[in-house]
């Protein structure tokens, strides 16, 4: 039976019977139910929550993935590489005369190396003394970030070579490893040669390239499975 609303008030029966919004006098929605909120929905299985971009999601999935990523550019030294030519301290650019170079070697400003990596050449085809190349580096020492024989491009390959000596390898032990290509910078074969050399022995895998984009270089072997013992024997 349907009550009518006079009825209803008659009763003392409130008007937000079933849960619904009260209505003003004059009929019109009450505000309880212009306040009223719509339902939410919950999210489905496999969506990606509000507060997670797609791009982060990925990123996520790599990391979970057990990859790990060696960027060689991290190793690279951008310190200034500076010459030291012996070239203008020999007579005749033949001979090197000790008191001569002990001399100029004095009155140079070795603070111009401060924080640089510096090469140690001559130039010219001469006959250096060996103690030579000890005097120069002993003046160089307090200053130089390092100290290299040879030019500019031996200096950036030995010191970047030195740097990649110094990782600690043992972090990449059972990993899979991707060695990041296509940088800003142009790192030589030799580096990629000197950390796949170091990388072999310890990780899982390696690789070339992006997560996204990479070309497999190793994979380690699965050990044999153990033959079960002749029973009897």
Known sequence: MVMSEENVRKTGLSENVGGFPERANDGRPSEDLLRHDPPRSEPSQGSVPDNESPARSIVNKVALSGLLTLDLEDYYPREEIVLFDL??????????????????????????????????????????????????????????????????????????????AAIDIQEFADKRVIVKGCGDLSVGGFAYLEVAKRLRPVVKSIMYGEACSNVPVYKKNAPPARSEEVKGA
């Not at 010219?124 to 500019?152: C, H, K, S, T």
Request: hydrophobic share 55%; net charge positive.
């Open 87 to 164: 070239k203008p301290y020999l007579f005749m650019e033949k001979i090197l005369r000790e008191k001569d170079f002990r001399a100029a070697l004095q009155q140079m400003d070795w603070t111009r190396f401060q924080d640089k990596i510096v090469a140690v050449t001559c130039s010219v085809d001469a006959i250096i003394p060996l103690w030579a190349y000890m005097l120069v580096a002993v003046n160089l020492q307090p200053f130089a970030r390092d100290i290299v024989m040879g030019d500019e491009k031996m200096a950036l390959q030995q010191t970047f070579l030195a740097r990649i």
